[in-house]
């Protein structure tokens, strides 16, 4: 069974910095593809940044040069480093995975709020 727990979200004003943590259980993480989406308000799920590997990650426009991406495989964890942060990053943010080859991603975490003042 694969578990994802979150954490490091709060309330910060706009130029801040958080990282969130997201705690992979039940395999190797390098088994997995780990994703960051988040979903703000009356909108839909915006896929935010994902870690194939060391060398090869993906980032959404809005955060590119702002947010960086990184795990720990002696923790299982992967991490979203989130600078210079705006009010527009306010929203629930979720981790998912999906093992290497699959589509979709089919395991998700509960969520941790962000939310930026300004």
């Known amino acids: 069974q694969v578990q994802l727990v979150e954490s490091g979200g709060g309330l910060v004003q706009a130029g801040a910095s958080l990282r969130l943590s997201c705690a992979v259980s039940g395999r190797a993480l390098t088994m997995y593809v780990v994703a960051w989406f988040r979903q703000a308000p009356g909108k839909d799920h915006e896929l935010v940044s994902a870690f194939y590997n060391t060398h090869a990650t993906y980032y959404a426009e809005s955060v590119k040069g702002r947010f960086a991406i990184s795990a720990n495989n002696g923790k299982n964890t992967v991490y979203l480093q989130m600078n210079s942060l705006k009010p527009e990053d306010t929203a629930l943010y979720y981790c998912?995975?999906?093992?290497?080859?699959?589509?979709?991603?089919?395991?998700w975490g509960q969520g941790t709020q962000v939310t930026v003042s300004s």
């Open positions: 998912a995975a999906k093992f290497r080859g699959e589509e979709q991603y089919n395991y």
